[in-house]
Protein backbone atom coordinates (compact mmCIF):
# COMPACT_ATOMS: atom_id res chain seq x y z
CA UNK A 1 0.00 0.00 0.00
CA UNK A 2 1.07 3.45 -1.06
CA UNK A 3 1.84 5.92 1.87
CA UNK A 4 0.73 9.17 1.95
CA UNK A 5 3.19 12.06 0.85
CA UNK A 6 2.81 15.63 1.83
CA UNK A 7 2.02 18.21 -1.18
CA UNK A 8 5.44 19.65 0.36
CA UNK A 9 7.30 16.88 0.20
CA UNK A 10 6.57 15.73 -3.30
CA UNK A 11 7.18 18.97 -4.30
CA UNK A 12 10.30 20.28 -2.25
CA UNK A 13 12.46 20.45 -4.97
CA UNK A 14 9.91 23.07 -7.01
CA UNK A 15 8.84 25.31 -3.75
CA UNK A 16 12.29 25.51 -2.57
CA UNK A 17 13.45 26.68 -6.24
CA UNK A 18 10.96 28.99 -6.16
CA UNK A 19 12.28 30.06 -2.49
CA UNK A 20 15.88 30.43 -3.77
CA UNK A 21 14.59 32.63 -6.93
CA UNK A 22 12.63 35.07 -4.95
CA UNK A 23 15.57 35.76 -2.40
CA UNK A 24 17.81 35.95 -5.09
CA UNK A 25 16.57 39.47 -5.47
CA UNK A 26 16.41 40.67 -2.26
CA UNK A 27 19.88 42.32 -1.61
CA UNK A 28 19.74 42.52 2.39
CA UNK A 29 20.50 40.53 4.86
CA UNK A 30 19.26 40.88 8.56
CA UNK A 31 21.40 40.51 11.66
CA UNK A 32 21.57 38.47 14.39
CA UNK A 33 17.71 36.91 15.47
CA UNK A 34 16.03 39.46 13.28
CA UNK A 35 14.48 38.38 10.17
CA UNK A 36 12.46 39.66 7.00
CA UNK A 37 8.83 38.61 6.74
CA UNK A 38 6.75 39.44 3.49
CA UNK A 39 3.33 40.35 4.33
CA UNK A 40 0.35 38.97 3.37
CA UNK A 41 -1.99 40.34 0.94
CA UNK A 42 -4.74 42.57 2.97
CA UNK A 43 -8.51 40.57 2.74
CA UNK A 44 -10.71 41.97 -0.04
CA UNK A 45 -14.12 40.64 0.81
CA UNK A 46 -15.60 39.41 3.85
CA UNK A 47 -16.80 35.59 3.95
CA UNK A 48 -20.09 37.03 3.14
CA UNK A 49 -18.64 38.92 -0.08
CA UNK A 50 -18.63 42.63 0.95
CA UNK A 51 -15.56 44.33 -0.13
CA UNK A 52 -13.71 46.28 2.20
CA UNK A 53 -12.29 49.30 1.19
CA UNK A 54 -8.62 50.93 1.43
CA UNK A 55 -9.39 52.80 4.68
CA UNK A 56 -11.21 49.93 6.62
CA UNK A 57 -8.55 46.82 5.95
CA UNK A 58 -6.34 45.79 8.52
CA UNK A 59 -2.80 45.52 9.04
CA UNK A 60 -2.05 41.54 7.85
CA UNK A 61 -0.75 39.31 10.45
CA UNK A 62 0.81 36.58 8.33
CA UNK A 63 3.42 36.25 5.95
CA UNK A 64 6.76 34.30 4.89
CA UNK A 65 10.10 34.58 5.75
CA UNK A 66 11.85 35.82 2.94
CA UNK A 67 15.60 36.34 4.85
CA UNK A 68 17.00 35.80 8.34
CA UNK A 69 19.96 36.45 10.74
CA UNK A 70 22.30 34.39 11.74
CA UNK A 71 21.07 34.03 15.24
CA UNK A 72 22.83 35.06 18.50
CA UNK A 73 25.35 33.03 20.21
CA UNK A 74 23.81 31.27 21.97
CA UNK A 75 20.33 31.26 19.98
CA UNK A 76 19.97 29.64 16.86
CA UNK A 77 17.32 31.22 14.71
CA UNK A 78 14.44 28.73 14.44
CA UNK A 79 12.72 29.92 11.28
CA UNK A 80 13.99 28.97 7.88
CA UNK A 81 13.68 31.27 4.52
CA UNK A 82 10.00 30.22 3.13
CA UNK A 83 8.22 29.79 6.45
CA UNK A 84 4.57 31.28 6.88
CA UNK A 85 4.43 32.72 10.06
CA UNK A 86 1.86 34.92 12.30
CA UNK A 87 3.04 37.77 13.51
CA UNK A 88 1.50 40.74 16.11
CA UNK A 89 -0.45 43.24 14.48
CA UNK A 90 2.13 45.92 15.47
CA UNK A 91 5.43 43.75 15.12
CA UNK A 92 8.14 44.85 13.52
CA UNK A 93 9.62 47.91 11.31
CA UNK A 94 8.00 48.64 7.99
CA UNK A 95 10.64 48.69 5.04
CA UNK A 96 10.64 48.71 1.62
CA UNK A 97 13.06 47.19 -0.87
CA UNK A 98 13.05 47.44 -4.09
CA UNK A 99 10.10 48.69 -4.48
CA UNK A 100 8.39 45.59 -2.25
CA UNK A 101 7.16 46.08 1.17
CA UNK A 102 8.74 44.17 4.24
CA UNK A 103 8.65 43.84 8.01
CA UNK A 104 12.01 43.59 9.45
CA UNK A 105 11.55 42.26 12.71
CA UNK A 106 13.21 39.81 15.86
CA UNK A 107 11.90 36.44 16.01
CA UNK A 108 10.33 36.87 19.34
CA UNK A 109 7.89 38.64 17.55
CA UNK A 110 7.05 35.38 15.62
CA UNK A 111 3.84 33.94 17.51
CA UNK A 112 3.90 30.65 15.37
CA UNK A 113 5.05 28.83 12.21
CA UNK A 114 2.31 27.62 9.93
Known amino acids: MMSRISF ?11 IYTNMSKLTIKPLAD ?26 PQKGIVVAIGNGKK ?8 GDEVLYGKYSGTEITIE ?15 L
Open 8 to 18: YERNKNVINLL
Open 34 to 59: RVIVEPAAAEEKTAFGIIIPDTAKEK
Open 74 to 81: DEPITVKV
Open 99 to 113: GKDYLIMRESDIFAV
